[in-house]
Nanobody, 121 residues
């Protein structure tokens, strides 16, 4: 129901755009969020777009990443000034229930398969 794309290997300082395409049955969602995860560590939220248009970013990506809806079915994560520590698998998630959007990652019910980003120094 969610499909991510855009992951690749890049050099530090470069930009990359990730896309999350949502199936029609969840386009009327309360939120769409991007998470990232490295092996052995917990999944961390990078940014979240709420239905009211509000966006929140994780501290480590503020000023470098931008989340925006291209249309009702596609939500993009523009990543600029990439750093090696941004290396991770990035996941898109969505839900139409508010408390699930504000909780821990496992509260969200709809996930993509992930797309890998590798940033070399």
């Amino acid at each position: 129901q969610l499909v991510e794309s855009g992951g690749d290997s890049v050099q530090a300082g470069e930009s990359r755009k990730l896309s999350c395409k949502l199936s029609e049955d969840i386009t009327d969602r309360y939120c769409v969020a991007w998470f990232r995860q490295v092996p052995g560590k917990e999944r961390i939220r990078v940014a979240i777009l709420n239905r009211d248009g509000s966006i929140k970013y994780g501290e480590s990506v503020k000023g470098r990443f931008s989340l925006f809806a291209e249309n009702a079915e596609t939500v993009n994560l523009q990543m600029d000034k990439l750093k090696p520590e941004d290396t991770a698998t990035y996941y898109c998630a969505a839900d139409w229930i508010a408390w699930r959007c504000q909780g821990i990652p496992s509260d969200l019910r709809y996930w993509g398969q992930g797309t890998a980003v590798t940033v070399s120094a």
